[in-house]
């Protein structure tokens, strides 16, 4: 089928394999070397997010997304997307109003252990990738469900 591959496909790929490295990684950097516990939570839970929409891309790509997942399965996965919205969208608030309110400097390398702005752009792509699985995970349940039809209904 036409809508498992080409350039829209690959794209949402290797941009959810940038998301998911990038965002364990910056976990690595944050939490252990510079000391920004909190911008190294939100990266991890970004890169989260974008690893398990990098697995449901890849499954629906190889046509085993139904054999891995049902439609109920990926009803339970647009939840957890919205959450992972909601959360996002939270600390964007959160971060940006103390920001704001701290009259903090941009980020520079002098303030990346204690600077919101960190924590505000790794709550912004955890709101990213948490939108990006609720998007994902509705429109291959909905391709499920109109590929595969029970015998019996």
């Keep these: 089928m036409a809508r498992r591959s080409g350039c829209c496909m690959y794209f949402n790929i290797i941009t959810a394999i940038i998301g ?3 965002g ?61 919205m909601l ?3 939270g600390g964007v608030a959160a ?3 103390i920001a704001l309110s701290n009259h903090e400097e941009m980020p ?6 204690s600077n ?4 505000l752009i790794w709550a912004a792509l955890t709101l990213k990738w948490g939108a990006s699985l609720f998007a994902f ?6 391709r499920l469900l109109e590929e595969y039809h029970p015998l019996l209904s």
Excluded: C, D, P
């Design 20 to 22: 998911t490295f990038g």
């Design 116 to 119: 919101h702005y960190f924590m």
């Design 24 to 84: 364990l990684s910056a976990f690595a950097v944050f939490f252990f070397h510079f000391g920004n516990r909190q911008a190294g939570l939100w990266a991890f839970v970004s890169g989260t997010f974008a690893a398990t929409t990098l697995l449901i891309h890849i499954l629906y790509k190889k046509h085993t997304l139904e054999s891995w997942y049902t439609a109920e399965n990926l009803l339970q996965i647009r939840l957890l997307g919205f959450l992972g």
């Design 95 to 97: 971060y940006l109003s």
């Design 137 to 142: 995970s509705h429109i291959y349940r909905k």
């Design 87 to 89: 959360a996002g969208l």
């Design 108 to 113: 520079s390398m002098k303030n990346i252990g």
